[in-house]
């Protein structure tokens, strides 16, 4: 199984532009969610999926999009990239949300926003 | 607010050495805590989950222990390797009013083993 797969490993943004970072799981997980980690600081949710066409915000979601059409795939989306920004962003999968479930998480997109 | 805070921020020691690592928390109402590794350039990886009942758990040479009274958890690495070089980072879980699972978590501690 490959897990939880991110792609794009690293990309660099000009302000104002926009992109999608992809993730896919293939594990079959029901909840699925976007963190971004900054220096100093843990983990921060962004948004959440608990199934496919259900979405909520997180944490910190200002400035990001989010959509699920199937079980498998939850990409997010930068609208107007701003530095601060400027993360590298995981995401994460499980088999619900309910209490105790193992987190897989991705390897992770690196984002420089200039 | 809920908070999770991990001691020391860095460590360094010498490979074969014994080390442990520290959350505390003040996250309420109390579900479970996570421990996971976090190779450098890498995604965070499970090591151990613990619920309110459980005081010790163990995965290889990593063991955690829970105190869910004074609400601190410990991460021992037995017998370090190079490849134990790693950010530690503890999520703590709280339970929300509708039965969904609210995770924070700790800013890690980086661990550096040297031969």
């Known amino acids: 199984n490959a897990g939880v797969t991110q792609t794009p490993k690293f990309q660099v943004l000009k302000t104002g532009q926009s992109m999608t970072l992809q993730c896919a799981q293939d594990?079959?997980?029901?909840?699925m969610s976007w963190y971004r980690q900054d220096p100093g600081m843990g983990l921060r949710l962004i948004h959440y999926?608990?199934?496919?066409?259900?979405?909520d915000q997180g944490e910190v979601p200002n400035g990001y999009n989010v959509s699920r059409s199937t079980t498998e795939d939850f990409p997010l989306r930068l609208l107007s990239a701003a530095p601060s920004q400027t993360s590298v962003y995981f995401c994460?999968?499980?088999?619900?949300?309910?209490?105790?479930?193992?987190?897989?998480f991705g390897e992770g997109s690196w984002l420089t926003v200039v | 607010k809920n908070q999770v805070e991990q001691s020391p921020q860095s460590l360094i020691i010498l490979e074969g050495k014994n080390c442990t690592l520290q959350?505390?928390?003040?996250?309420?109402?109390?579900?479970?805590l996570r421990w996971y590794k976090q190779d450098t350039g890498r995604g965070p990886v499970s090591l151990t989950i613990?619920?309110?009942?459980?005081n010790t758990k163990s995965n290889g040479r990593y063991t955690a222990t829970l105190d869910a009274d004074t609400k601190q958890s410990s991460l021992h690495i037995t017998a370090s390797q190079l490849s134990d070089s790693a950010s530690y980072i503890c999520?703590?879980?709280?339970?929300?009013?509708?039965?969904?699972?609210?995770?924070?978590f700790g800013t890690g501690t980086r661990l550096t083993i040297i031969p």
């Open positions: 959350c505390n928390y003040t996250v309420s109402p109390f579900s479970n």
């Open positions: 999926s608990v199934g496919a066409g259900i979405t």
């Open positions: 613990m619920t309110f009942s459980e």
């Open positions: 994460a999968s499980r088999m619900a949300q309910a209490s105790g479930n193992t987190i897989y």
């Open positions: 999520v703590v879980s709280a339970i929300s009013n509708f039965g969904n699972e609210k995770l924070t």
């Open positions: 594990m079959n997980h029901e909840y």
